[in-house]
């Protein structure tokens, strides 16, 4: 349930970006593809251990309890 919830809130985000924002989306995209290797895996660890830390903290502060 939470699954599905977590998907449909990621692909409102990801159309409305590519949807408002086109052509900065492509040139982000070129920028990601001329990034090294290493660099791209660091800013993938990051970004999961942001999201493991604010899901943490909504869990911590009982806020597991949103509804979109």
Do not use: C
């Not at 070129?30 to 660099?39: P, V």
């Not at 791209?40 to 999961?48: A, K, N, Y």
């Not at 830390?53 to 009982?62: L, M, Q, T, Y």
């Amino acid at each position: 349930d939470i699954f599905i919830l977590a998907i449909a809130v990621f692909l409102l985000f990801e159309g409305t970006v590519y949807a408002l924002f086109p052509e900065q989306t492509k040139r982000m995209l070129a920028t990601i593809m001329s990034m090294d290797t290493n660099n791209l895996r660091v800013f993938g660890l990051v970004m999961v251990t942001l999201g493991a830390i604010i899901n943490g903290w909504f869990k911590k502060h009982n806020f597991d309890k949103i509804y979109i």
